[in-house]
C-alpha cells in the first residue's frame, strides 16, 4: 500500500498514519506527603492503537468496491494481523 508498488491494487497508505512508531506506556510513580518528588514503581505497556488512512479508488484491474471489500477482509476484529514496515532507515 506504499513504496514502488503503492496503488497496484487500488489502495494507498496516507501519510497521516498514526500509532506504529511509538509504542503507548504508561509509567506508575507512587508519593508521600513529605516526599520531594516522587518514586518510580512500574510500568505498563498499553494497547496499540495503529490508525492507517487509506485512499481507495479504480485500479487497471479492479473496480474501488472491489478494493475497499477486500481491504476491509484483510483486517479481523478478533484475529491478530501483521504489518510489515521496510524503511531505509
Do not use: C
Request: negative net charge; charged residues 20%.
Amino acid at each position: 500500500i506504499s513504496g514502488d508498488k503503492a496503488g497496484d491494487m487500488g489502495i494507498w497508505l496516507m501519510d497521516e498514519h498514526v500509532g506504529l512508531l511509538d509504542t503507548p506506556v504508561e509509567t506508575i510513580w507512587s508519593s508521600s506527603a513529605a516526599q520531594v518528588g516522587a518514586t518510580f514503581n512500574a510500568l505498563r505497556f498499553q494497547a496499540r492503537e495503529v490508525t492507517l488512512p487509506v485512499v481507495i479508488l479504480d485500479s487497471p484491474t479492479r473496480p474501488w468496491q472491489m478494493a475497499d471489500s477486500l481491504w476491509r477482509k484483510a483486517w479481523s476484529y478478533t484475529e491478530d494481523s501483521q504489518i510489515e514496515i521496510i524503511s531505509s532507515s
